[in-house]
């Protein structure tokens, strides 16, 4: 079936350093693209989304990357802070249907900033 | 505090006991959306809403579970004759049309867990 799946399960990276997180999808179809932090005993929070018919989007020290080509996504996080310490999740939306936009996830990457 | 509020936050009960969760979402928006997950993965969909009618269930969503949105503003999510399998997280999230795809803003979860 269609997944969206994580390279690595666990990040380490020094506080102000930058961090790349990559996700591989399998679902040529997908639409959107989105990333999701989610802190401890938190529910999952929205980071940034990316079209398919995108292939770079920048947000407040986040950068999304889109290679359709590859099936591949990746988030960059620029001078990362503590609070950085998350698992971040990668999402899609398979279905144009913009009525529903049930997110279909990856397993997540647990990022941990190193003081 | 305005965003998604879920209670129980946290439920135990034995196998067999039917329970109950509610999930109130960010009063404009008219997307309700179920999740469950597990410990080390992502959320999986389970059941949407748009305002009071429910148009989609996840193959994950037995007999023995139910949604419902009675009035398009709050939900409830009905377990029957629980089983261990069903130990999860439950999260809820809410979105409104005119945000981004996939923007969804989700609640903190209902803890289920099944002796």
């Known amino acids: 079936g269609e997944s969206v799946g994580l390279h690595l399960p666990t990040l380490s990276v020094q506080e102000g350093d930058n961090s790349i997180i990559n996700c591989a999808y399998s679902?040529?179809?997908?639409?959107?693209f989105i990333w999701y932090k989610q802190e401890s005993g938190k529910g999952p929070q929205f980071i940034i989304d990316i079209r398919s018919n995108m292939d770079k989007r920048q947000g407040q020290r986040v950068t999304v990357l889109l290679n359709k080509t590859v099936k591949h996504l990746s988030l960059q996080i620029a001078a990362t802070q503590p609070g950085d310490s998350a698992v971040y999740f990668c999402?899609?939306?398979?279905?144009?249907?913009?009525?529903?936009?049930?997110?279909?996830f990856g397993t997540g990457t647990r990022l941990t900033i190193i003081p | 505090d305005t965003g998604v509020s879920q209670d129980p936050r946290h439920k135990i009960t034995k196998r067999g006991q039917n329970v109950t969760f509610r999930c109130d979402p960010i009063s404009e928006h008219n997307r309700l959306y179920w999740y469950r997950q597990t410990l080390g993965q992502g959320p999986e969909f389970l059941t949407y809403f748009q305002n009071e009618a429910q148009l989609e269930k996840s193959r994950l969503l037995s007999d023995r579970f139910s949604a419902e949105r009675p009035k398009g503003s709050f939900s409830t999510l009905e377990i029957q004759r629980t089983e261990q399998g069903d130990s999860a997280m439950y999260l809820c999230a809410s979105s409104f049309p005119d945000r981004g795809r996939g923007e969804q803003f989700f609640g903190p979860g209902t803890r289920l867990t099944v002796l």
């Open positions: 679902n040529s179809a997908s639409d959107y």
């Open positions: 999402a899609e939306i398979g279905t144009p249907d913009f009525g529903n936009e049930k997110l279909t």
